[in-house]
């Protein structure tokens, strides 16, 4: 048993105290970018404010001669670089690896008041988070940091997925989680090559037609990811951090990226890893609120200023619980129209005007 009173109590003498609810910004796009290539670093000046999320990637797709040339690379951009309000994030190597105390140790004690949140890969077990949380509390300390960093797990074991919830639970510096769903996959044996994404094999058809058994029965394609994305997102909001969905390996489709995007974002995840250029656009599009919607969100936070009773809108029933809804439509929009006046315009809200919050609410 631990002691709960002890999540606010820091792990090592003289680091920052625990964080008791986890921030919400705009976090629409995780965009991955390996700093052991020079043209990428030189050219995060113009990338940063294309993106909420910029991630300096150590672990997976980093070849083994450029580990420390990335580790570098991203030490360079925490120290030089100003980023505005986009968020600097890290995957560090797995816990296994022979290069993940270095990129620990050096990133916090060198870039650590730049650096919010350390993705980890590969986490199996609350034992995986309790050991980094007590490295971090330690160099956090060491390094006189001010807040303290925070942890993303990225699941992509079995083993990671059956012990989902007590992840969550496990510290209070879990930010959030994604999948790893091509190491998923393969840890799973499912029989894909791809990562993320559909598979035109995993599909439901209609029964046949008595009398016509040999005619086309209605197919569709169903999503594999769909009962992982769900248990994640149930995982993370219970205890108030963020659920993203992982990477869409195929650059090309860029509908099909779209679409699991999409999926996610309804399903609750505030947004998604970008691997390409091509791929912030379609997370910026997907992960912020349509503005029909808000608008009809608004229009039901108007309609009903208490929040409470039953109504009816547009031939639909409102009451406290679809109040509720609106009032997470229109916060989101709020948040993103505050950082995007582009967004501002097409919600009709201009910053801090929002409409039908309660008194005391944070944007969420
Ligand atoms: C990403 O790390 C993946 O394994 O898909
Ligand atoms: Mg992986």
Not at 185 to 204: E, L, N, Q
Not at 215 to 235: F, G, K, L, N
Not at 244 to 261: H, N
Request: aromatic fraction near 6%; charged fraction near 25%.
């Amino acid at each position: 048993m631990r002691n709960p009173r002890a999540f606010e109590t820091p792990l090592a003498i003289g680091a920052p105290h625990p964080v008791s609810e986890i921030p919400v910004k705009p976090s629409r796009m995780i965009h991955f970018l390996d700093f052991s290539n020079e043209k990428m670093v030189a050219k995060v000046p113009q990338v940063a404010p294309t993106v909420d999320i910029l991630l300096g990637n150590l672990e997976d797709a980093v070849p083994v001669d450029r580990k420390e040339a990335a580790r570098s690379g991203l030490l360079k951009v925490g120290r030089e670089m100003d980023l505005g309000e986009t968020a600097l994030w890290t995957r560090v190597n797995a816990l296994d690896s022979p290069w993940v105390l270095d990129d620990l140790t050096q990133v916090v004690s060198e870039i650590g008041e730049k650096l919010e949140v350390i993705m980890v890969p590969k986490v199996e077990g609350p034992w995986d988070i309790h050991y980094v949380d007590r490295l971090l509390a330690q160099l956090e300390a060491k390094a006189g940091l001010s807040r303290p960093i925070l942890l993303h797990a990225i699941l992509e074991t079995s083993l990671g997925v059956t012990n989902l919830e007590a992840i969550a639970a496990s510290s209070p510096r879990i930010q959030g989680m994604s999948f790893g769903p091509a190491d998923l996959a393969a840890s799973r044996r499912m029989k894909t090559t791809r990562v993320g994404g559909g598979h035109p094999g995993y599909r439901t058809i209609a029964d046949p037609e008595q009398g016509s058994e040999g005619a086309d029965r209605p197919s569709y394609q169903q999503d594999p990811w769909h009962y992982s994305i769900a248990r994640m997102v149930d995982a993370c909001t219970a205890v108030g951090a963020l659920p993203f969905y992982g990477p869409y390996g195929d650059i090309r489709d860029t509908v099909g990226c779209e679409t699991q995007f999409r999926a996610a974002f309804l399903l609750g995840c505030v947004g998604a890893w970008s691997l390409h250029p091509d791929q912030i656009a379609i997370a910026k599009r997907v992960f912020s609120p349509d503005p029909e919607e808000v608008a009809f969100a608004k229009r039901v936070i108007e309609a009903i200023p208490d929040g409470r009773g039953v109504h009816m809108i547009d031939g639909k029933m409102q009451d406290d619980a679809t109040w509720k809804q609106c009032e997470v439509m229109v916060k989101l929009a709020q948040m993103l129209a505050e950082k995007d006046p582009e967004l501002a315009e097409l919600y009709g809200m201009h910053p801090s005007s929002a409409s039908g919050a309660r008194a005391g609410d944070e944007a969420a």
